[in-house]
């Protein structure tokens, strides 16, 4: 019942929508983490750092590859 309207918003995302997800998601994770803020902060930019690594999806460029053929495809984080 919930799936068609939130489809027809979906639809309709444009880079502001996804950019305020974004933010909204990283202040989420900010808020559940207890204990130190520095240190969720330090976990984000860390998992935002590992997640660039690979080839860019729409203009096919290495990021953070550092030359290794290995990584264009990105980290794997789990064993094959």
């Known amino acids: 019942m919930a799936a ?3 489809a027809s918003v979906a639809i309709r995302f444009g880079s502001p929508e996804y950019f305020a997800l974004i933010v909204v998601g990283l202040l989420v994770s900010i808020s559940l983490a207890h204990g130190s803020v520095l240190k969720a902060l330090g976990m984000i930019v860390l998992g935002l750092v590992l997640a660039t690594v690979g080839q860019d999806a729409y203009t096919g ?13 990105g980290i794997n984080f789990v064993s094959s």
């Open 4 to 6: 068609p309207p939130l």
């Open 61 to 73: 460029t290495p990021r953070f590859t550092l030359g290794q053929l290995e990584l264009y495809g």
